[in-house]
T-cell receptor, first 110, second 111 residues
């Protein structure tokens, strides 16, 4: 079973920041938080990951709470191409088995 | 560099037949994982191979099997196909401890 809880769906206006929450209250000290997204009928795409510090890359920012029980993925300026299902995954370093939950279906509204 | 390549992209098979799907990982990646995606069950892990050895296995029946070659290319085989095996089969490659890169998948339809 997935160790994360995400809202089923969210809408965001084009050009605004999309903030996608994820709860992972049972995360252990050596587990990372990874985010992937899947655009319809394509393979999942890696977005970002973190352990306990906030992370930023060219696609998104990841904010992890101090207790590490939740995190937020931020897409700073959402475009229509960001419409996808977003998956938050908790995984040990070196473990290649990704357990996908149901994810959040993000719809960007023009 | 080239991404993960899966062949074929689409496949139609009849119940009872067997099928073999192929995955070529990104050059230098030694870990290859396979996933099944269906509307009802979502994305589910099948198995992972590393250096020609199965390192991880999901909860699928023995009809689902795989192998990895010395060049890291991987195949998965499904024998005695059932209607419920209709799905998108995804392959992912990675360097251990780093993000996984997924292919476009093979869409298998069993009729």
């Amino acid at each position: 079973d997935a160790k994360t809880t995400q809202p089923t769906s969210m809408d965001c206006a084009e050009g605004r920041a999309a903030n996608l929450p994820c709860n992972h209250s049972t995360i252990s000290g050596n587990e990372y938080v990874y985010w992937y997204r899947q655009i319809h009928s394509q393979g999942p795409q890696y977005i970002i990951h973190g352990l306990k510090n906030n992370e930023t890359n060219e696609m998104a920012s990841l904010i992890i709470t101090e207790d590490r029980k939740s995190s937020t993925l931020i897409l700073p300026h959402a475009t229509l191409r960001d419409t996808a299902v977003y998956y938050c995954i908790v995984i040990e370093f070196g473990n290649e088995k990704l357990t996908f939950g149901t994810g959040t279906r993000l719809t960007i509204i023009p | 560099k080239a991404g993960v390549t899966q062949t074929p992209r689409y496949l139609i098979k009849t119940r009872g037949q067997q099928v073999t799907l192929s995955c070529s990982p990104i050059s230098g990646h030694r870990s290859v994982s396979w996933y099944q995606q269906t509307p009802g069950q979502g994305l589910q892990f099948l198995f992972e191979y590393f250096s020609e050895t199965q390192r991880n296995k999901g909860n699928f029946p023995g009809r689902f099997s795989g192998r990895q070659f010395s060049n890291s290319r991987s195949e998965m085989n499904v024998s005695t196909l059932e209607l419920g095996d209709s799905a998108l089969y995804l392959c992912a490659s990675s360097q251990t401890g780093f993000e996984a890169f997924f292919g476009q998948g093979t869409r298998l339809t069993v009729v």
